[in-house]
């Protein structure tokens, strides 16, 4: 009689997630950062390198999938989201990764993209959002500001551009984020807690483009604006920002304010809750031009969580319940059944 051993599982690095393919974006590219951080966090998630796939469309971002070592697939323009789900409806045991740009995912990608997260498959998507289309040289796309001056605008867009997290959660997203390049630290603790998250997590990535868009999101990174220019979200916590940490959020009704904290207390303000869809759609909201003065600003962190039944183990339900009313089938005996049409 032999004796089973049980064979310790080899704890995984960072590293190990790395190929040998050459990262062909352009140097200074902020994707090098995105794919560092999700590289960093890949040994967390607890799974086999067999056991994730990253799925991409077109785009700069979409080569994502050649520089992890999992199962991948480069699809076509717009359609990772299907792929993907039909991927999770097939295996469900899958860590599954759609990894997307703003061009990508919201011009001819837009249609799939809300029914992915309107169904809310147990998967993860990283918009990867730079305002322009980089792969093609640099015309403007659906997040690019009015006014954008490109190759396809020489004038300007006259194009009223997306708010990508209140389209988002308008499609009934359940979990939704926003995150950016510049800040790894951040960034690796919104992937984890999108991967935590029971169905679609919705990360949007602020992505510097250094050669179409350069500086597009500097407002927010930069060490002399970002205190100011940020609002980092912390469920259960008051929204204080600024550079000595003496300004908050108050509501005005449903009107948000800033305050100074030297006339206001902490106890009145705005305190996240992360449940709240109406105070989520409020903070999507915050997204008037940095160069106006009195604007609000920009907030990263978790927006808006939900618990709410997967598409997938919907459909595994239904399944089970067919069987067990009508039988398992013979599709044999279905494609030779006795509903036909004669044809004269």
Known sequence: ??????????????????????????????????LKQVQSIMPDLGKDKEDIVFISGIGC????????????????????TAIASGL????????????????????????????LLRRNFDLNVLLFNNE???????????TSPEGKVTKSTPIGSIDHPFNP??????????????????????????LLRGNQHVGTS??????????????????????????????????????????????????DGFTPVIVSLEEVSEDDLWV?????????QLLTNFFDNPSLE??????????YVEDRYRYEEALEAQVEYAIEKSGKGDLDALLRGKNVWKVD
């Open 294 to 303: 009195g604007h609000l600003p920009r907030p990263f962190g978790v927006f």
């Open 1 to 34: 009689m032999s004796e089973v051993q049980d064979v310790e599982k080899v704890k995984l690095s960072p590293k190990d997630f790395a190929t040998d393919q050459d990262v062909r974006w352009c140097p200074g590219c902020g994707d090098y950062s995105i």
């Open 202 to 251: 919705m990360i949007e990535i602020y992505q510097n483009c250094n050669v179409f868009n350069d500086g597009a999101f500097e407002v927010f990174t930069d060490k002399g604006t970002k205190a100011e220019e940020t609002l980092y979200l912390e469920h259960g916590k008051p929204l204080i920002f600024g550079a000595n940490r003496d300004k908050g959020i108050k509501l």
């Open 132 to 142: 322009i289309y980089g792969l093609t040289k640099g015309q403007y796309s659906p």
């Open 61 to 80: 971002s979409s080569r994502f999938p050649y520089y992890m070592n999992t199962y991948g697939m480069h699809s076509i323009h717009g359609r990772a």
């Open 272 to 280: 996240h809750d992360e449940t709240d869809r109406t105070k989520a």
């Open 165 to 190: 997290l209140k389209l988002c959660l308008g499609a009934d997203a359940t979990f939704i984020a926003r995150t950016m390049d510049r800040d790894p630290k951040h960034q690796r603790e919104i």
């Open 88 to 115: 999770k409806i097939s295996r469900p045991e899958l860590s599954v990764w759609v990894i997307t740009g703003d061009g990508d995912s919201l011009s001819i990608g837009g249609n799939h993209l809300i029914h």
